[in-house]
């Protein structure tokens, strides 16, 4: 059987012939094995072999609202007879709205929005309007972020992403994580360690650029003390502080953002995911009064052609309405909980689980090979069958209990719609359940 035989073995004719023409990303294309989705309804969706699956990562942490956000679809819909396209030169009633609504969400007072098409976009714009603004070139961020896939955000991504587009953009600088489980330094030491980066960089720094919880590097949740603390580290070197919000805002947290668990407002954050829900393509990059100011008199540098595109903003405002109307964020917060308990109870009962973390319906299941040590399972080397590490093997089996579950390098993520329910938890925590035995398994003796 040749390569191409076996990878599309059992597949549909919509799989295989996407699996010829469509690359898969981020995956050596002999791994890619792509299925195909048929319907999608409020927490749950149906592959073409009639499988349902509870969405519990919200597809790539991004499906918010859930399958079913009718009052986007038809927003959608009608803008796009209304109004399918115009320049961003001219405007529409969506996008003036959006911006204010935007100002009005987000904290402080950060007041004007860039719109762009994805959380990548979004933090191109950020690091543009922040060497643009400062004058300085030089960005920190730090190892366990992820910030988008083009060229200036795989440089300020932190995670082995980056290593195949290094050097990369020049004058991206990495600093340590507050990662109590996993790092050897402690998450407050590792912020005077960037305030001493900070000092011996001289007056060079544009902007610090991080996740206020980090996202898909593991959930990594600061200290309470850690955002505060960091903006005025920044500050008192002269430096912005960038808060990437793409995937912990929008209710993620039970609050419409990462930034406000911790009472701190950005000098820029910057949206994506589920500012619309994953309706539409949209991407957001919002500032303060005086950087807005700045570019009065200073030339704004920077546009695509679909930057505030009417059917986008249009989905991003209806998603709004329906966060608002539907109490999703305050939501969040209680079914997170409930969540939250339903994972301890996993960590008690699986020595594979080393710790169970997050805020909200933001939560992450790290494994360990050996608990007393912490050893995370490796990346190939403990691949049980081929093109599956033991962490992709539990969330496989997740899989064949009808729940789908992301997992990034050792940690399974999830993110599931807001309109979770505490039954569609239960479920969920049996798969989970039942993939935890494998890990179990494969731990060493
Ligand atoms: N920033 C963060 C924090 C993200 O999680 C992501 C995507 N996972 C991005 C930026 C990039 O977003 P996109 O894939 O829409 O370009």
Not at 38 to 48: K, L, N, P, Y
Not at 168 to 173: A, D, E, K, M
Not at 435 to 444: E, K, P
Request: aromatic content about 6%.
């Amino acid at each position: 059987m040749s390569d191409q035989e076996s990878a599309t073995e059992g597949a549909n004719e919509v799989e295989r012939t996407d699996r010829e023409h469509v690359f898969g990303t981020w995956s050596y294309q002999k791994e890619v094995d792509p299925t195909q989705v048929v319907d999608a309804s409020g927490v749950r969706f149906t592959t073409a072999d009639g499988e349902e699956y509870i969405d519990l990562s919200g597809q790539l942490m991004c499906s918010n609202l859930g399958h079913s956000a009718d009052r986007v679809a038809d927003r959608v819909a009608e803008q796009i007879r209304d109004v399918p396209f115009v320049s961003p030169g001219y405007t529409t009633e969506a996008r003036s709205e959006l911006g204010r609504e935007l100002a009005e969400i987000t904290p402080g007072d950060l007041t004007k929005t860039f719109f762009s098409t994805s959380g990548t976009e979004a933090v191109e714009a950020a690091v543009k309007i922040a060497r643009f603004y400062t004058g300085k070139q030089k960005i920190i961020s730090r190892y366990r972020s992820y910030h988008g896939a083009t060229h200036g955000s795989i440089s300020v991504t932190g995670d082995p992403r980056r290593l195949m587009a290094e050097p990369g953009v020049p004058g991206t600088i990495k600093a340590p994580d507050p990662y109590a489980y996993g790092s050897t330094l402690d998450p407050m030491e590792s912020l005077e360690y960037i305030d001493e980066m900070l000092t011996l960089e001289g007056d060079t720094v544009a902007a610090v650029v991080v996740e206020p919880i980090v996202g898909s590097n593991g959930i990594l949740v600061p200290p309470d003390e850690y955002l505060p603390r960091l903006k005025e580290i920044a500050h008192d070197h002269g430096a912005l502080l960038i808060c990437d919000e793409v995937m912990s805002g929008f209710g993620r947290t039970g609050e419409w953002f990462g930034c406000d668990v911790f009472g701190v407002t950005p000098d820029i954050m910057t949206m994506a995911k589920g500012l619309t829900g994953a309706y539409q393509p949209l991407g957001a990059t919002i500032v303060t009064p005086e950087i807005a100011d700045h570019f009065e008199e200073e030339m704004f540098c920077h546009g695509h052609t679909y930057s505030g595109h009417p059917v986008a903003v249009a989905a991003g405002l209806a998603a709004i309405e329906t966060y608002r109307e539907e109490n999703l964020i305050e939501r969040a917060g209680e079914i997170g909980a409930y969540l939250g308990d339903r994972l301890d109870e996993l960590d008690e009962a699986h020595p594979s689980v080393g710790e169970t973390r997050g805020v909200g319906l933001f939560r992450g299941i790290e494994l360990t090979k050996r608990a007393d040590e912490r050893v995370p399972f490796g990346e190939r080397e403990d691949k049980i069958s081929p093109g599956t590490t033991v962490v992709d093997e539990v969330a496989a089996t997740a899989g064949d209990h009808g729940t789908y579950v992301a997992n990034m390098i050792n940690t399974l993520i999830l993110a599931p719609p807001l309109s979770i329910t505490e039954d569609d938890v239960d479920e969920a925590v049996e798969a989970l359940d039942a993939g935890l035995d494998v890990s179990d398994d494969a731990m060493d003796d």
